[in-house]
């Protein structure tokens, strides 16, 4: 009864939101959440969208494949998230600082 | 023919490259041996050419097909050869007077250090203009016309280290070019009017295709432009005299017997359409013996050996365009024949002086030297008597034959015609009287004849000026002893076969003549025998100075393109061009500058950069932005 | 206004306001709690499309584990106040504004498309229970699962290798 335009107009705002945090944010943790909020948009609309395809042919098993998909993505968004700040970690290490600025050597 | 047509222009062109790669490399001897030897050669076939030919009234030309320089749709323009009377003539001339001077400078350049250069560059000038008597359409004479151009060019500033020679050279040059500007227009006018170059096809194309009168006079008045440029006519004569800093040998063959005639070819050739426009044919006469006047007046106070043959030669060639200009074809290749005769051999003589006085030109320092160099003395003697026109050596069967057909034609031109030839003898035995008579003035050299490379030449060249003349005996005396008209009768019309005047009047202009040059030698011998001239004043004044013809120029003409040329460059080139060639470049830098500060190596710019990209993207493929 | 809107539209605030506080706070440790704050909105919108299985799980991994981790590193890193941790204003602005014109772009496309009339089931259908999702994951998609734990080797391997101290380390400190 909830129309889908609702669910997109959300994750849609949800996936702007982080898009604009990675770009305004210097430190390096934060960018990393900002991502993992990009991520959690989508799922949110992967799943809005399988249960549209099961109410177009209800009684069916359609619409399971997105969720399965939303189960995936969170595989690997938690993958990703170890190696991510095991990185930073190593970064930190390094130069004892989080400030995404001195990360200049992209310049050279 | 065909087998050995296109060895004759070939063997000169070997010669060029060969001499010229070999320079310094190959010995002299051998240089001295293969540049007249391929000139030698040629001239051989073209004997065989010459009898080979057919001459007559009814001959019709051979044309020898090579290849195509132009084979597009619209287009087409082959490079063939077109053999006939006309061509075989030339060839003969080019091949046979070219041959000796070619010994001759053997001689006179043994010492010159630019030995193998010098016989190359004159090996390519041979080339050229065999190229240009012998091409069957206006482009292969194109061709071979810039072709003498170039070698003119580059023998006249044969001793470049000389500012002045080189300048002289530069003259040469680019007077020729302003007549070819003529010549090129002119052919470009015919392609657009007859559709082709081929001479036959435009000739028998006249009486057919309707072309405008004014398209022929604008084609034939360019045309004698042309001639003027390289013939050296009024306007455009000045080049010859400074062309003297060239080697004699240089001023021989190229400004005596081949080059400057090359505008009488080319009108000869083109009788058939200067026929057609009487206009021209007034103009072309009147050009020519104005400038054979004043040209003559300047040569009777000239000091220099060789300026006084050059305005000679100038005054020569304005004789010649007269009689084209009353259409006495003939007549006028009949007199080139016989000049290319004596005026080569005047100058060889010059040379000869001028070798055995260490360098000196100038005729009051000479003199007396009729006992120390008897053989040049004697072919001097000889050529200046055929040059003034007495009889029975060649030059006056040929000059009368002229002042006839401008007596035919026009009295006025007849007169000064007539004017001109006394004054022709009198600065040929002025010139004569001043070097070889009396007493040496000049007591430092001590002159000896020169060796016999140079005298031999020399003598052959006495022996045809005296007997040359007899292939053109008019009718008055022999009745069908004018072979040359003959000859020619297939390419120029059967013009002079009949005569307006009757027998009596002819021999009576011809004893008119006679009288009147004894009288101008006898004049000068008491003149100049042992004395040199005295202050110039009035009108001598003029002559002596060249009618100031160049100092007209120089202000006229070159100054304010100077002038435009300097005001372009400082203005024009580097405020305006130099500036916007300049501009793009700074402008690419700075715009690269800008461009560089993306490059931050900051990650959150690259972020903020890609999601740009990706909204733009999405913008693009959607909606179609941009 | 059935209770399904209306607690969507509940749910709906409070995401987007955690979110923009997540991305807005100074704190990285009160960014932290906002964004568990906005997974625990994410599942409640999961519960309400009968999406049981994935709530939970999104809890479970998400706002339990990954959030924790965070919360480790960043105590390890020890942020607690940061002064410069955001970018130029002229960043902002930019940031702000393109990503308001991609919101406006994709809202636009989706509404462009024939999708929107669809309407949705909420709190029916058994494709969200886990013995369903189950049946299909160990069938149909049992490849992907044994991939996803060779995966999640491969990740912890890394992890561990690359927070290893190196040997110039461990004699800096020692």
């Known amino acids: 009864m909830i129309p889908i335009s609702y669910y997109l107009f959300l994750s849609l705002t949800l996936f702007a939101i982080g898009m604009a945090g990675v770009i305004i944010r210097r430190n390096i943790v934060i960018m990393l959440m900002c991502i993992e909020l990009m991520l959690n948009s989508v799922n949110l609309l992967l799943v809005a969208f399988s249960k549209m395809h099961y109410a177009k042919n209800p009684g069916t098993e359609a619409g399971i494949d997105g969720q399965m998909l939303v189960l995936f993505i969170m595989v690997v968004a938690a993958a990703e998230v170890a190696v991510g700040l095991s990185i930073m970690i190593m970064f930190y290490r390094k130069t004892y600082k989080t400030d995404v600025q001195f990360l200049n050597r992209l310049k050279h | 023919m065909e087998n050995y047509i296109w060895l004759i222009p070939l063997l000169p062109f070997i010669g060029f490259v060969i001499n010229g790669l070999g320079r310094h490399v190959l010995p002299k001897s051998l240089i001295s041996i293969l540049g007249p030897g391929v000139v030698f050669v040629s001239f051989v076939l073209s004997v065989m050419v010459f009898f080979a030919v057919p001459s007559g009234p009814d001959a019709a030309p051979q044309i020898f097909h090579f290849f195509d320089l132009f084979n597009f749709e619209t287009i087409q323009i082959p490079f063939a050869f077109q053999i006939d009377a006309l061509t075989s003539l030339f060839m003969l001339i080019i091949t046979g007077v070219g041959f000796l001077i070619h010994v001759y400078a053997v001689g006179y350049m043994n010492e010159d250090e630019g030995f193998g250069k010098f016989f190359s560059f004159f090996n390519l000038f041979i080339f050229s203009m065999l190229i240009l008597v012998m091409g069957s359409n206006f482009l292969m004479m194109y061709i071979g016309w810039e072709g003498v151009g170039l070698c003119s060019y580059l023998l006249i500033g044969f001793w470049y280290h000389n500012w002045d020679f080189t300048i002289a050279a530069r003259k040469a040059f680019i007077m020729n070019r302003i007549g070819d500007i003529g010549f090129l227009i002119a052919m470009f006018w015919i392609y657009k009017e007859f559709g082709t170059l081929e001479y036959r096809e435009v000739f028998s194309m006249l009486t057919t295709a309707n072309v405008a009168e004014g398209a022929l006079i604008g084609i034939t008045l360019l045309l004698f432009l042309a001639a003027t440029g390289k013939s050296a006519q009024i306007p455009l004569f000045t080049w010859l005299p400074d062309a003297m800093a060239g080697p004699t040998p240089v001023s021989a063959l190229i400004h005596a017997a081949t080059m400057v005639t090359a505008g009488i070819f080319m009108l000869t050739r083109c009788n058939e359409l200067f026929d057609m426009v009487p206009f021209t044919k007034g103009i072309v006469a009147w050009i020519g013996i104005i400038t054979a006047l004043i040209t003559a007046t300047i040569a009777m106070r000239q000091d220099d050996i060789k300026k006084v043959l050059a305005y000679s030669t100038v005054s020569q060639l304005g004789l010649m365009f007269a009689a084209i200009g009353m259409g006495a074809y003939v ?25 055995a006085m260490g360098g000196e030109q100038n005729m009051n320092k000479m003199g007396g030297l009729r006992k120390l160099m008897p053989k040049t003395n004697i072919t001097m003697l000889i050529a200046c008597l055929a040059i003034a026109g007495i009889p029975p050596l060649s030059g006056f069967f040929s000059k009368d034959e002229m002042l006839l057909n ?36 000049n007591k430092e050299v001590h002159p000896h004849e020169s060796p016999s490379s140079m005298t031999m030449p020399m003598m052959i060249l006495a022996v045809l000026s005296l007997f040359g003349g007899f292939i053109g005996i008019p009718a008055v005396f022999a009745a069908n002893g004018h072979k040359l008209n003959n000859f020619l009768s297939g390419v120029t019309g059967v013009h002079e076969g ?50 100031y013809v160049d100092e007209i120029y120089q202000s006229a003409v070159i100054t304010p393109t100077e002038n435009l040329g300097t005001f372009l460059r400082k203005y024009v080139e580097k405020a305006g061009i130099a500036q916007i060639v300049f501009g793009v470049g700074s402008l690419s830098v700075f715009l690269s500058k800008q461009t560089k500060s993306i490059q931050t190596g900051h990650i959150g710019t690259y972020v903020l950069l890609m999601v740009l990209g990706i909204v733009a993207g999405i913008g693009f493929f959607f909606f179609g932005i941009l | 206004m059935s209770t399904a809107e209306i607690l969507f539209f509940i749910l709906a605030a409070l995401t987007v306001l955690s979110g923009l506080l997540t991305v807005a706070s100074k704190n990285p440790i009160h960014s932290i709690l906002y964004l568990i704050i906005t997974f625990f909105s994410i599942s409640g919108h999961y519960v309400l499309l009968n999406a049981q299985f994935l709530a939970i799980i999104n809890i479970i991994v998400y706002a339990g584990a990954i959030m924790v981790l965070f919360l480790f590193v960043v105590m390890i890193m020890n942020l607690n106040k940061e002064d410069r941790s955001f970018g130029k204003t002229f960043v902002i602005t930019a940031a702000s504004l393109i990503s308001a014109v991609f919101l406006l772009l994709t809202v636009r496309i989706f509404m462009q498309s024939d999708v929107e009339s669809n309407q949705l089931l909420t709190a029916e259908g058994d494709i969200g229970l886990t013995e369903k999702l189950g049946t299909v994951l160990y069938s149909d998609y049992v490849i992907p699962f044994e991939l996803a734990s060779i995966l999640f080797m491969s990740s912890m391997i890394g992890a561990v290798m690359l927070s290893r101290k190196t040997k110039k380390e461990k004699k800096a400190e020692a």
């Open chain 2, 331 to 355: 007549a006028a290749v009949f007199h080139v024949l016989t000049h290319a005769f004596f005026k080569a051999l005047l100058f060889m003589g010059s040379g000869s002086v001028i070798h």
């Open chain 2, 406 to 441: 401008m007596f035919i034609g026009s009295k006025a031109v007849w007169i000064i015609g007539f004017i001109v030839s006394v004054l022709t003898a009198f600065y040929m035995f002025r010139w004569y009287f001043m070097t070889f008579h009396g007493e040496l003035r």
């Open chain 2, 498 to 547: 009949e005569h307006a005047v009757s027998a009596s009047v002819e021999i009576m202009l011809m004893v008119a003549l006679l009288v009147f040059v004894v009288g101008a030698i006898i004049l000068t011998y008491k003149m100049y025998n042992g004395k040199t001239d005295g202050e110039a004043s009035g009108i001598i004044k003029l002559f002596k100075n060249k009618w």
